[in-house]
């Protein structure tokens, strides 16, 4: 059974700090690139940043110079630095793997964690 589990969200006020963690287990083919998506209410899910298995890293605009995203060396664990949280920053966040071999992939999903930033 595939599981991704996300912990580390909660509440905190601006200019603070929280740390992500989702760790993928039950995933049968390689694990390719590893992410984090948020979505805040009435707004769609949109990419916060990602982390491939060299470890390329991609981040949105709105991210760049607070968030760093990791992963270990297993590469089933990613992880989510966020430093400098704005209220805008607040939404639920998912965790992202794509898997897979040549051009047969497939993307899971975790079940979210909420990340509330006061102003």
């Known amino acids: 059974q595939v599981q991704l589990v996300e912990s580390g969200g909660g509440l905190v006020q601006a200019g603070g700090s929280l740390r992500l963690s989702c760790i993928a287990s039950?995933?049968?083919?390689?694990?390719?690139?590893m992410g984090w998506y948020r979505q805040a209410p009435g707004k769609q899910r949109e990419l916060v940043a990602t982390?491939?298995?060299?470890?390329?890293?991609n981040y949105a605009d709105s991210v760049k110079g607070r968030f760093t995203i990791s992963r270990d060396n297993a590469g089933n664990t990613v992880y989510l630095q966020m430093n400098s949280l704005k209220p805008e920053d607040t939404a639920v966040y998912y965790c992202?793997?794509?898997?897979?071999?040549?051009?047969?992939?497939?993307?899971?999903w975790g079940q979210g964690t909420q990340v509330s930033v006061s102003s």
């Open positions: 039950g995933i049968f083919f390689p694990i390719n690139v």
């Open positions: 992202n793997a794509n898997a897979g071999i040549v051009s047969i992939t497939s993307n899971y």
């Open positions: 982390i491939s298995r060299g470890g390329d890293t």
